[in-house]
């Protein structure tokens, strides 16, 4: 059991899906923090193409 446990610590193969999906919760909060301030300016874009499209369609 106590070289089992040894064994585990020691492995080193699941290390890097950990590191990739820190550093993909890492990326999520700077992207929710930044994309806020982005949010009129899409909000604008997305109602301009939807009124061209709109246009386009009559």
Known sequence: ??????NFV???EGQDLVEYA?????IT???????????????DVWTAVGAK???AGS
């Open 1 to 6: 059991m106590l070289n089992t446990l040894k």
């Open 10 to 12: 020691r492995e080193e």
């Open 22 to 26: 820190l550093l993909l919760a890492l």
């Open 29 to 43: 909060l700077a992207v929710a923090a930044v994309l806020p301030g982005f949010a009129d300016t899409l909000n």
């Open 53 to 55: 499209l709109n246009t």
